[in-house]
């Protein structure tokens, strides 16, 4: 069967395709031979025979251009029959164009004429637009014209109402306000105080304030029109006249106001507040308060005479009499301290501005009437009046006393300002900066640093041969010294030295005599030893020159020796506890705390736990210093007190063996005589430690606390000076066991034939006496020391000791 004849799409979709490989030839815009090439000779089969390869392709070109070549006629003759019979299909599409053109002709011509009607209006609006702008213009002016006019002449009118209240008003207004004040005058006669009575013209002021608050007003609008408009007659006429308005606004203004203060008229202080706000007149309003109320009265309290005076009082009473706060007396005759005077001169300032100072608050707190009136005032008649005599630093309680009082005077001063932004304004002022810039705190402090440093210098100063207890019951500390330099460190912190802008200089002051405390310490300490090897090696030069006997000359010297180190114990065993003390006393004791609350106070604004800090860090460096000084005292003590209990010890535990030895001495029974003489300097010196002050109330804070007989203040004595013991001791027995292990060896081998005897051997003889002497020292020395934990050092020593004589 014939198969079907394609669809005439299929036909031209086939007519019209490209071949697939013509299509790079098409599409590729930037075609080159030899990238082309190149792809042919990249595939799998152009590897074995790439000429084959390019022949084969070569063919195919050939065959595909000859397809393409016959869709092109067909293409052709597709579209032929259409292409020649296009001419008749045109006819009469020229008449039809014409007819077109026609009519947009006649549409170009109405839309002409359209437009230039409309720019006709457009021209016509543009004019009118630009008149009415010119007449709006016009009328603005003259609306700003009328209205200065109109301002001035209602500020002219308001300013003569308020120069003249009275004369404004009508009939009846007036006869009521005659009435008014007649009664008021009637009204003192009957309480009998005609010579005090001062009839108050309230009406007129309060028309005044009224008239001065609106004029105010007046005056805004005509310096806003005046400034709004220029070249006119008017305008140059009304600029002349504004300052003299203004001068008369002000005068008028300040005045009532003065008026209205003294009066304690709050309502109309108000109004002329924002009247003298309103007209930016405020430093007007300032300087008159100042030179009518505030200044004479500072000028007539704070004179010369009462502050030389008040000044004098200062130098000649004590450093605790002029820090006493007492009450503020009526009169300045009356003031015996800086304080006082100027409590009772910022007392009366502000009751006499007490209306302005109610009043000239949010909203009107553009008054600075503290920050800007009456402090400068203030500072400014104690520089003029007080001079250098009150700015002096010696005497330095005197200083001190005016320089907090002036700290006080500037807080009171603070508080009474309405806001933060006043209070700020207070404080960079130039005129508290030139207050400021008179006291001479570094002078002052050199003067108190010398004050507390002179007896420090003086007790340091001296040998230790010369260290005397205090001859004062009450003092905590056993010598001078001690008592001297603490007393020195607290006073720096002392109300009645210690300054917060010198805080840091008086820390340093605290640690530099501490610090001349801890090197006087140290070489005390260092002469003390000194001491006692000059006394021993002078004697040994002596007794060389005179050539005594060697073994006489060793006993005179360990006498010698002897004597000079059980005096020297028991002022080491007091500068111990000083040092112990002291040490309290600096890291969490009383100048801890003193000088924590001081900090805080120099700081609001720092934590207190910051402030501790800084003091611990800043302590650090010479409490090392001095627990370093303390220790070489507590190796000494410990060293020379170990070796008067050991010299008993020491020679009789070889002794036993002498005792038993090839004597045929019965076995002991009982300890060493030595033994119960043991502990003896030990508690001697242990007494005397307890007799110490510092270590006095320790004992007895700690058995009123505790409820029991003990404690442990002495403990680390008892227990360091045990450990020392035990372990010379354990070298003792340990040395004496060695010697008598070998003599049993020796004495087995040479009777190792001869018939063995019953009897306790020497040798075991010797171990039960060492047992005995043992048990004696353990119970002698747990009876010196009975709350010691079975873990402490002495402890562990004792233990050992006793595991070397068990059997």
């Not at 009575?197 to 001065?212: M, N, P, R």
């Not at 040994?540 to 006489?552: A, Q, T």
């Amino acid at each position: 069967m014939p198969s079907k004849s394609p669809k005439k799409a299929d036909v031209k979709k086939e007519v019209t395709t490209i071949p697939e490989n013509l299509k790079i030839f098409a599409e590729g815009k930037d075609f080159r031979v030899e990238a082309y090439i190149e792809e042919i000779l990249k595939k799998p089969e152009a590897l074995v025979d790439p000429q084959s390869a390019l022949l084969e392709h070569c063919s195919e070109l050939r065959g595909s251009k000859i397809i393409l070549h016959d869709r092109l006629i067909d293409l052709l003759n597709s579209n032929y029959k259409d292409f020649i019979g296009l001419p008749a299909k045109l006819e009469g599409t020229s008449e039809f164009v014409a007819d077109v053109s026609r009519e947009l002709d006649a549409i170009r011509s109405q839309i002409a004429t359209v437009a230039e009607s409309t720019k006709d209006v457009v021209d016509r609006f543009k004019s009118t637009f630009e008149r009415r702008t010119v007449i709006l213009k016009r009328r603005e002016v003259l609306e700003t014209l009328q209205l200065a006019h109109g301002a001035h002449k209602k500020l002219v009118l308001l300013l003569e109402q308020a120069a003249h209240p009275l004369s404004f008003g009508s009939g009846k207004e007036k006869k009521e306000t005659k009435n008014s004040l007649l009664n008021q005058y009637r009204a003192k006669i009957e309480a009998n105080q005609v010579e005090k009575c001062e009839v108050k013209q309230t009406d007129g002021l309060a028309t005044s304030a009224t008239a001065l608050e609106r004029a105010a007003n007046q005056l805004i609008r005509l310096r806003v029109s005046v400034a709004k408009v220029t070249n006119f007659q008017l305008i140059e006429s009304l600029k002349k006249d504004i300052p003299a308005l203004e001068s008369k606004f002000s005068k008028l203004a300040c005045q009532k106001l003065i008026q209205a203060v003294r009066t304690s008229a709050l309502e109309q202080v108000n109004q002329l507040l924002c009247a003298l706000t309103f007209a930016d007149m405020i430093p007007d309003a300032e300087e008159v308060l100042r030179e009518q109320l505030v200044q004479p009265t500072i000028d007539s309290l704070l004179t010369s005479k009462t502050l030389l005076r008040v000044i004098e009082n200062a130098a000649s009473l004590n450093s605790k009499e002029s820090q006493t706060i007492e009450s503020i007396p009526k009169s300045p005759s009356d003031c015996n301290t800086l304080y006082q005077l100027i409590e009772l001169t910022i007392n009366r300032v502000s009751k006499t501005c007490e209306p302005v100072l109610k009043v000239a608050r949010f909203p009107l707190n553009g008054f600075g009437i503290v920050s800007r009136v009456i402090a400068p005032e203030i500072f400014r008649s104690l520089r003029i009046h007080g001079g250098s005599k009150l700015f002096a630093t010696y005497p330095p309680h005197a200083f001190l006393a005016h320089y907090k009082a002036s700290r006080r005077m500037i807080k009171v001063l603070s508080d009474l300002c309405p806001s933060d932004k006043h209070r700020a304004v207070l404080r960079d002022s130039p005129d508290l900066s030139t207050f400021e810039t008179r006291w001479s705190l570094n002078v002052y402090f050199q003067l108190r640093f010398q004050d507390l440093r002179k007896p420090v210098d003086k007790v340091t100063s001296l040998a230790p041969k010369v260290l005397m207890p205090s001859k004062n019951s009450k003092n905590k500390y056993a010598l001078t010294a001690t008592h001297v330099t603490w007393e020195a460190v607290l006073q720096c912190w002392s109300p009645e030295i210690w300054l917060a802008p010198l805080t840091h200089r008086f820390f340093k002051a605290t640690v530099q005599i501490l610090r001349a405390y801890s090197v006087w310490v140290t070489e005390g300490i260092d002469s003390l030893m000194s001491k006692a090897t000059s006394k021993v090696d002078s004697k040994r030069m002596v007794n060389d020159k005179i050539k005594r006997k060697i073994n006489e000359e060793d006993d005179d010297v360990d006498i010698k020796s002897e004597k000079v180190w059980s005096e020297s114990v028991p002022t080491l065993l007091k500068i111990e506890a000083d040092i112990t003390a002291l040490c309290s006393g600096v890291q969490n004791g009383e100048l801890f705390k003193v000088a924590l609350q001081r900090l805080v106070e120099a700081s609001p604004s720092a934590q207190q736990q910051e402030c501790r800090h800084l003091l611990i860090e800043g302590f650090s460096d010479v409490l090392g210093e001095l627990r370093g000084a303390r220790q070489q005292c507590v190796d000494l003590v410990v060293a020379k007190v170990a070796h008067q209990c050991c010299k008993g010890l020491l020679a009789g535990t070889p002794r036993i063996k002498l005792k038993y030895s090839m004597t045929g001495n019965a076995p002991p029974t009982s300890p060493s005589s030595f033994v119960a003489e043991i502990f003896t300097p030990l508690k001697d010196f242990a007494v005397i430690y307890a007799e110490i002050p510092s270590v006095k109330s320790q004992i007895e804070s700690e058995v009123k606390d505790s409820a029991t007989d003990t404690s442990s203040a002495s403990l680390w004595l008892i227990e360091m000076v045990g450990e020392r013991i035990a372990e010379q001791y354990y070298t003792a027995i340990s040395d004496l066991l060695a010697v008598v292990k070998r003599t049993e060896a020796i004495l087995t081998r040479f009777n190792k034939n001869k018939r063995t005897s019953s009897k306790m051997s020497d040798a075991d003889k010797i171990r039960l006496q060492l047992r005995l002497d043992v048990n004696q020292f353990s119970t002698n020395f747990n009876g010196i020391l009975p709350n010691s934990k079975a873990t402490s050092t002495a402890h562990i020593a004792l233990e050992k000791l006793m595991s070397l004589v068990k059997a």
